[in-house]
């Protein structure tokens, strides 16, 4: 199934669309809408964008705006259910050493009664649009995110691009079409009220970033923002190698980084194995959960959302036990893709013939952030076959594979020759959720990503070099 933006017709004339992405270019330049080209960042290049918005139907983008509120009170309760977690892991912490590791700080923090005070969740779901024949488009999650949910100053950057190009195109009248989007604001507004609610005027926001960061100015637009709402915030970033030798965790809970207390502890790292490159960094991660300071994502907010977590929030019965609002909680599992536990039982083992038998309608999902992770087509068969009867199965969980509605658009990326693509496009919606103790401050959504990539492509991901920056044009 296709979907269509009637106000562009495409395919574009050479003459246009060599004014278009030259257009386009130069504006995400100046704009800021910008990668780094080196570890030093140094060197700059526009980030990978699509030239024009691409169509999202309205009535599906407004439904996960809506169900993000419920993601967010979804997600927070699950953090709170130590026996949830506990039994919901048993089976990949035997097999997943990552995962592993990560529940023994968890189990470690709760035996030593670390409480946090604050909880700082920044969030975002994200959505393909799924097609079945003879029936409209649905709505269907792909992941919900709890750690580095990035891109949202570059979301922002390439609404601002995408208005633009449809001005410079004759499109001048865009703005019902194209929804307004201060998904930064939202977070910042997040990043603030915690910093408000730990209660100590002097205290610093921590950024842990890895060294030579391609994606800096996402980061560097965070911390604008914060500034813009709070100039006496003091931010600082710094990777968690540097954090593990120079941290400090005072007799009173306090964490110290180079003289400063710290409120908030902000990961845009530390969510695959490869960012744990010795026991250093591990240090930092356990002084940072008995610490007071609001970590985003704490250790139970990182492990809530793995993809075990998700299979088994699918389970009848799973999210009725944290919602009450029957609304909500019918929209939220109208999201729900179907999702397998191939834990060694049998359960697992019927799961595993169902891959087998029908590779290319499932994915194979590991415990892993950060894209290029997951198994598809022929590979799926090939992997269960080799997993059987093998304990690492179960480090695994199969979900029933979106099929995307296809959209026409051209991508602009550096050194990648401009040509009309069929393309498919992931939604996010960002979500913010800031409590003191079991008090809620903030409850909301907080507007809207999108990338797409070429129809060819099974990864998605900026950093993954799949997909591009886009914007919903809403039909």
Known sequence: MSLHNDAIKLPLSDADLQHLVEFSNTRALTSGAIVALT??????????HTLFPSPVPRDLYQKAVYVQAGFNELMWKVTEDDEFLTSALKSTIEVDEFTGRLFQIYKQVMQEGCHKPVTLALLRSDYMLHFQLNKPAELRQVEINTMASSLAGMSVKTTQLHRAVLQEHGIPN???????????????????KAWELYGQPNAAILFVVEDGEKNIFDNIYHVYKIKELNCAIKVIMRSMLYLGKNA????????????????IVYYRMGYVPSHFTSETEWKFKIMAEQSLAAVCPSISWHLAGTKKIQQELSRPGAVERYLSDPEMIANVRSTFAGQYSLDLTEEGDK?????????????????REGGGNNIYGDDVRVKLEELAGQQERSGYILMERIMPTV???YELRRGLLVDMQDMVSELGIYGVLVCKEDQVAINKASDHLLRTKNIMKNEGGIGAGASAMDSPYLV
């Open 39 to 48: 570890d030093s960042q140094d060197e700059v290049t526009y980030v990978p």
């Open 407 to 409: 959209v026409k658009n």
């Open 248 to 263: 400090q965790l005072t007799d009173d809970r306090k964490l110290i980084v180079d003289g400063m207390e710290v409120a």
């Open 351 to 367: 799961t595993a013939a169902m891959g087998i038998a029908n590779p290319q309608s499932y994915v194979m999902k590991p415990q």
């Open 174 to 192: 865009s703005s019902q079409q194209l929804p307004d989007n201060s998904c930064i604001d939202g977070l910042c507004e997040g990043f603030v």
